[in-house]
């Protein structure tokens, strides 16, 4: 397995992980709210969406009351592609989008003319922390034969010294494609999901050292316990998860393969290895069955996440209402760098669309 990272040492994962550690410990998570308060808030960020001419569009680990103010104003909840392209279609003037920061950069830059606020500047991402462009690309230069494919979560500067952006959920076909017309390939951030695709393809990878930190959490060991308690249980997993729990996964795949298959896997009871915030629209798709998340660090409790991304958990109620009434933590992406990370962006937009006329053509 080659997991790269140029001048790779141990010092230098360590510092990796303590910077991490870092902006984790600035992530404040919104303070829980009566009914009352929760439902006025709503009410005033539905009448400034409307006055502002603004949707909300909303990641599925974001929390609920987000998730269904997305939906109830005519918004939109999905994984960081869905997202992607909503944004690009809506014909509001105004994007909130409720995530974390590249996915606000990357609606930038698919949507240049339309502004772009977020609840919090500060939600960041592991993977996205973890590949500094600088670094980046050096260790592309070093390879110059390699094709580039970076995963959505990294800054706009590490997509545009790419060749193709993808996402969880088209990562696969990405690269089988590529792989199949003889290209070897640099993948970037995320080592669990770059050795599950290298895995299932063949494919010829370099991988780059980052992991998220929420799924590297979930534990084989504990989810094997689960399973004796639960013997009928089918076993979902999101890729960033360590390949130890994919290899007992039932279902591999993103957040919205993940929604797809608990609908119609036939299994009443549900084990699940992504981020806790999913179950709000599980429950809503499938309201009979049980979904249960898949243990984290279990006794070691060296948990950091314990399946929760405190990141997506800063976007809060009074903080969309801040961004929303002073048009504040405006995203922006320089013009040169937008129209350099577009083209890796469109590509996979592009992809994806052949994709889907693919799958219609043969329904
Ligand atoms: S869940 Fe993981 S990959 Fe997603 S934003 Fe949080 S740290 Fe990043």
Redesign the pocket.
């Known amino acids: 397995m080659n997991i790269t990272k140029p001048a790779s040492t141990k010092d230098n994962l360590a510092s990796d992980h303590e910077v991490v550690r870092e902006f984790l410990d600035r992530a404040k998570t919104s303070a829980a709210l009566g009914s009352q308060d929760q439902d006025s808030l709503i009410a005033r960020i539905k009448n400034l969406l409307k006055a502002k001419n603004a949707k909300l569009v909303a990641h599925y ?1 974001t929390d609920p009351s987000l998730q269904d103010l997305a939906e109830d104003t005519n918004g939109f909840v999905g994984d960081s592609l869905e997202m992607a392209r909503f944004g690009k279609d809506t014909d509001a003037e105004i994007l909130v989008v409720a995530g ?1 920061r590249f996915m606000g950069e990357t609606a930038k830059i698919l949507s240049p003319t339309k502004k772009i606020i977020m609840p919090t500047l500060e939600a960041t ?3 996205d922390i973890a590949c500094p462009a600088d670094q980046f690309k050096k260790f592309c230069d070093a390879h110059p034969d390699r094709t580039v494919v970076v995963y959505a ?1 990294t800054s706009a500067a590490v997509k545009a010294c790419s060749d193709w952006v993808v996402t969880s959920s088209i990562a696969l076909e990405v690269v089988e494609h590529l792989s199949e017309i003889g290209e070897k390939i640099i993948w970037a951030p995320d080592k669990h999901l770059g050795s599950y695709i290298k895995k299932s393809t063949g494919a010829d990878m370099l991988l780059w050292d980052a992991a ?4 590297e959490e979930f534990k084989s060991r504990g989810i094997r316990e689960m399973q004796k308690i639960y013997p009928s249980a089918a076993v979902l997993a999101h890729p ?1 998860s360590p390949e130890a729990v994919l290899e007992i996964a039932d279902v591999v795949g993103s957040t919205t393969q993940i929604i797809k298959a608990a609908k119609n896997l036939p299994n009443n009871d549900i084990i699940v290895a992504t ?1 806790r915030g999913i179950f709000h629209k599980l429950q809503q798709i499938a309201p009979h069955k049980r979904f249960i998340v898949a243990p984290t660090a279990g006794n070691d409790a060296t948990c950091r996440s314990c399946a929760n ?1 405190p ?2 958990s800063m976007n809060s109620l009074q903080a969309m209402i801040d961004c929303l009434a002073e048009g504040t933590n405006e995203i922006r992406v320089g013009k040169d760098l937008a129209q350099q990370a577009m083209v890796p962006l469109q590509k996979m937009l592009d992809f994806a669309a052949d994709q889907q006329l693919k799958v219609r053509g043969k329904a």
């Open positions: 680990y974390v991402c592991s993977l979560n998220c930190i929420v799924h960033e981020d991304c990141w997506m």
